[in-house]
């Protein structure tokens, strides 16, 4: 027997003292023990977790329809990012309720970018601006083959679409001279669907509209419910009609009303995204709505969308600066025999300074000296002589032209345009800047005749830049309050006087005004209608 554990002996008495440290001792081995099972199942879980976590990844990932953008610039870490944002108007995506009230694919073929917006997120500051593109703006059409039968080298913007997406981007970085690192493609049934797992939207109208185009019908006024398809056909009115006086108004700015009235439902938009997106079912059945209806370029992936959304996170919508490209429009265009019906041209140097301002760094063409290139001038209207006499202008204010000559004439309104080769971007810019009107650029293969081209148009000037004031500042980052001149010629410039005149400012379409009283408008903004 072992002494101490018989109860009836006196050891027995005096073992708790002697056992008391080995029943302690088990104590602590259990818990060591238990501890150690412990860790290696949270081990385990974080495992099993993380290979959770990793395979949603893949899954998501697998989900987005990547395409390849060849012409798309690749961002430096931790630099501002420029994503080109494209609502895609093809109605092959469409059920056939919606396009009995659309167009069938069949009906209305091709893609274009209806909506067409860039916008520019900068970390270093946690800031973002949104610009939209006019999808009527008329501009040199990038990569432009004359193999393709009826096509122009010239069309409204969105055309580049049905080209390719690339060409989109290749137009916008060539004609406008924004840098693009990413490309996002979202068509009309995901927008409906976005919404309607939102469970709607509600937005204010302080009068009643409508637009029998848009197929949305007639709103009352006050705070109205719209579900996905009411939704969408709101953003994409062009002919809204809104109630004045027991008359109904026609609003008459089309693409440029559309652009005003979506940049308004997107902040209602997000605004309800960041409420609802901290509840986890929100967040995954949006997810699991947008990622399989997405085209995106082949290097954005779902965790650079994710990263992007955690860095950007404390950005209010309704604090997100947005304006458009300034235009002028143009009723019933013609070009080359043929009809684009109503187009925007682009307006210098309104649009010069907006693109500054939104891409946050030194004016375009900064830097360049007018003399370091060669530049050939060409009349590309009935205006006599003036090749000769715009020559002149840029000569007196140093530039190299290096020869002058007649252009065709496309038709009685001409844009302006700059053409520039290969690598010569900067320099056409620099011109860009010494000109005001309707001026667009566009690169293309000139030869050897000259690096940049300029064909004269109907609609320009000739601005000689005087001396830089000592009290100017450096081109800063967009604020929520976008500037932008109220005239057709920069401050602190002279200009040449010519025949052919500059633009008027009053039918220039501002990059931001306000919006309008009889816009709809998010519920927590109301308005009294006007009387």
């Not at 997000?270 to 986890?280: C, D, G, W, Y």
């Not at 429009?329 to 649009?351: E, I, M, R």
């Not at 010569?424 to 000139?446: C, D, F, H, P």
Request: charged share 15%; glycine share 8%.
């Amino acid at each position: 027997m072992v002494e101490g554990f018989d109860k009836g002996s006196e050891s027995a008495v005096r073992q708790p003292r002697r056992g008391k440290p080995v029943k302690h001792l088990r104590r602590k081995n259990r818990w060591r023990k238990r501890l150690i099972v412990a860790l290696i199942v949270i081990v385990v879980l974080g495992i099993l977790t993380s290979a959770t976590g990793y395979g949603y990844y893949l899954y998501r990932e697998h989900q987005l329809h990547h395409i390849n953008v060849d012409h798309l610039i690749k961002a430096s870490s931790s630099q501002p990012e420029n994503i080109l944002l494209v609502g895609n108007n093809s109605r092959c995506a469409l059920n056939g309720q919606q396009s009995s009230v659309y167009g069938s694919c069949s009906q209305v073929g091709g893609a274009r970018s209806d909506v067409t917006m860039v916008i520019h997120l900068n970390p270093a500051t946690g800031s973002a601006y949104l610009l939209s593109i006019p999808r009527d703006l008329f501009v040199p059409i990038a990569n432009f083959s004359s193999t393709y039968p009826g096509r122009l080298d010239h069309a409204k913007i969105d055309a580049s679409l049905n080209v390719s997406p690339d060409n989109l981007v290749q137009t916008v970085e060539e004609d406008l001279g924004i840098p693009i690192n990413h490309f996002v493609e979202l068509d009309f049934d995901t927008f409906q669907q976005v919404v309607n797992d939102l469970g709607g939207v509600n937005m204010y109208f302080p009068t009643e509209v409508k637009d029998t185009y848009a197929s949305f019908g007639e709103f009352k006024t006050g705070c109205v419910y719209l579900n996905g398809t009411q939704a969408l056909g709101l953003v994409r009115s062009r002919h809204m009609y809104y109630m004045q006086n027991g008359q109904w108004v026609y609003d008459g700015l089309g693409d440029i009303g559309r652009i005003r009235r979506t940049h308004e439902f997107l902040r209602v938009l997000a605004s309800q995204v960041r409420q609802k997106i901290t509840n986890p079912l929100t967040a995954n059945t949006l997810i699991g709505t947008i990622l399989p209806s997405l085209e995106v370029d082949q290097n954005f992936t779902f965790n650079d969308m994710i990263s992007l959304a955690l860095a950007f996170r404390n950005v209010s919508p309704s604090s997100v600066p947005s304006a458009t490209v300034p235009s002028v429009g143009v009723a019933s265009f013609y070009f080359k025999g043929a009809d684009f019906g109503d187009v925007v041209f682009p307006v210098q140097p309104a649009d010069q300074q907006i693109v500054n301002q939104f891409l946050g760094g030194s004016p375009q063409g900064s830097g360049i000296n007018p003399g370091s290139f060669s530049l050939e001038v060409l009349n590309g209207t009935s205006t006599y002589n003036q090749a000769t006499t715009t020559a002149q202008s840029l000569t007196n204010d140093g530039y190299n032209v290096v020869g002058t000559g007649n252009y065709p004439i496309t038709g009685t309104q001409v844009e302006t345009s700059i053409y520039y080769n290969q690598g010569y971007q900067a320099q056409a810019e620099k011109l860009l800047s010494s000109l005001s009107g309707t001026v667009i650029m566009g690169q293309r293969n000139l030869g050897n005749s000259a690096n940049v081209t300029l064909v004269t148009g109907t609609q320009f000037e000739v601005t000689q830049s005087a001396p830089p004031s000592s009290t100017s500042s450096s081109s800063q980052t967009p604020s929520s309050q976008v500037s932008v001149p109220q005239s057709s010629a920069p401050s602190g410039t002279t200009t040449t006087t010519s025949p052919y005149g500059p633009v008027n400012p009053a039918e220039v379409f501002q990059a931001q005004v306000p919006l309008p009283w009889f816009d709809p408008r998010s519920c927590t903004s109301q308005s009294t209608p006007a009387s």
